[in-house]
């Protein structure tokens, strides 16, 4: 058995890295839309629909993904995750037909965020850790995500308005190069992440084939209200991140506006990451979800009542990213808690494929409804009322073990008296 790393050590720090290019560049994508959109002469809903096809892609391939990883290690889905979003890129940015920016933006970009975002990072270091420490570094490494946002947003923008967005998009795709150097201490660290190695567990949790996972989790209704929680999370997350610069256009504010706006929920995020990460490993997991949703609820219906001004825009913002990504450490923790360690990261995979089945349907939503409504109104509300619904759906979750691991943690404690 590996003896476990601390949370300051080069291996974490490099996740925290590697999640922070990757979700950075992802979330600069809102600001590519009015530009984009002019110069090809489309609607909002094109662009959107690449964007769409982005989220569906990273889910579609977010299974896929930490199945390899759990299998092969992290440092192999990396290596593929960084080539295929920087040709995803680089592709966006030579478009000259609205397919260019489906296959760039969209399919490409998506295999690529899935291969070096959350899915395959957060079960890897869940399983380099000690159990005390999880909720902690799952908290640490969505804080990084929303630190690159803090960081990436600014700059991109800049570049967009000096340079333009090809030569953005050009100077992303080879930002997103880096983080091929970064998964350098996941090979130097491989005994971490294989299954075998990640904690001493009972006979029947290590021999546990990956089919018998699926099926175990396929049959736990409990692990489906969990995915469809996390649906609603991807479609409220989604929608901001894309519209939320075209929207706050729309009412008349200027870019640095939006920039502000989204940097802030970036930088609340790092403290909401970091406090729920801590409180998971303390307090109930499905309790604290229940929070968050509830919390999203009232704050969406809040800023849609209340006028807009420069003031309600950043309040929303600092609530809203207190909230962003908080949800990540107690659900991928929830089903670390349920199912083990071994499968996390395929099991893991399948809940968020459904965050991005939501993220697809509030990025194209948000497009569609706007070029035939002439407004965001109406997804607005819908996020409200849905969020209001997850909330209550996380009361009745029973996040228990199940009873494979119950029983296997019997046994071990009847061995050791």
């Not at 803090?150 to 700059?155: A, D, E």
């Not at 005994?191 to 736990?220: D, I, M, T, Y």
């Not at 991928?332 to 993220?359: D, E, P, R, T």
């Not at 948000?366 to 009361?395: E, F, K, M, P």
Request: aromatic share 12%; net charge positive; glycine share 12%.
């Amino acid at each position: 058995m590996s003896k476990p790393v601390k949370l300051l050590s080069l291996v974490v720090v490099c996740a925290c890295v590697l999640l922070a290019i990757n979700f950075g560049m992802r979330a600069s994508f809102g600001f590519f839309m009015a530009p984009i959109s002019s110069d090809f002469g489309y609607g909002r809903e094109v662009f959107a629909f690449s964007l769409a096809l982005q989220n569906l892609c990273w889910g579609l391939f977010q299974p896929v993904a930490g199945a390899i990883a759990d299998r092969f290690g992290a440092t192999k889905t990396i290596y593929i995750g960084s080539l295929a979003y920087a040709l995803g890129l680089y592709v966006t940015a030579t478009a000259d037909s609205y397919w260019g920016l489906h296959m760039g933006a969209g399919i490409l970009v998506g295999m690529g965020i899935a291969g070096t975002g959350f899915g395959v990072i957060l079960p890897a270091l869940a399983r380099i850790v000690s159990e005390q420490n999880r909720g902690i570094a799952l908290g640490l490494g969505t804080a990084a995500g929303s630190f690159g946002q803090l960081l990436v947003i600014p700059v991109a923008q800049e570049f967009i308005a000096a340079y333009g967005w090809q030569i953005t998009l050009m100077i992303l795709a080879g930002g997103s190069l880096c983080m091929l150097l970064l998964s350098g201490p996941f090979r130097n660290n491989g005994q971490h992440f294989h299954p075998g190695h990640a904690e001493k567990e009972q006979e029947p949790v290590q021999n546990q084939s990956l089919s018998a996972a699926l099926k175990e989790a396929s049959r736990h209704v409990h692990y489906w209200l969990l995915i469809a929680g996390f649906f609603v999370c991807g479609f409220q997350l989604a929608f901001i991140t894309v519209h939320m610069p075209a929207y706050l256009s729309d009412h008349g504010f200027d870019a640095k506006v939006a920039v502000i706006s989204l940097s802030l929920i970036g930088f609340f995020n790092i403290f909401g990451c970091l406090l729920f990460g801590s409180w998971s490993s303390k307090y109930s997991k499905k309790n604290l979800l229940g929070i968050i949703y509830l919390i999203r609820a009232v704050a969406i219906a809040a800023f849609m009542l209340i006028p807009i001004t420069t003031t309600s825009i950043y309040l929303f913002s600092m609530v809203t990213g207190f909230l962003w990504l908080a949800t990540v450490p107690p659900t991928s923790g929830l089903v670390a808690q349920m199912f083990g360690l071994k499968h996390m990261g395929s099991l893991y995979g399948i809940v968020f494929l459904n965050h991005q089945l939501g993220s697809f349907l509030g990025v194209w939503l948000g497009g569609y409804l706007y070029d035939t409504t002439g407004s965001y109104n109406n997804v607005w509300w819908a996020g409200a009322a849905i969020a209001l619904a997850t909330a209550a759906i996380h009361i009745i979750i029973d996040e228990r073990p199940v009873r494979r691991l119950r029983k296997a943690a019997l046994q071990t404690t009847s061995q050791a008296a």
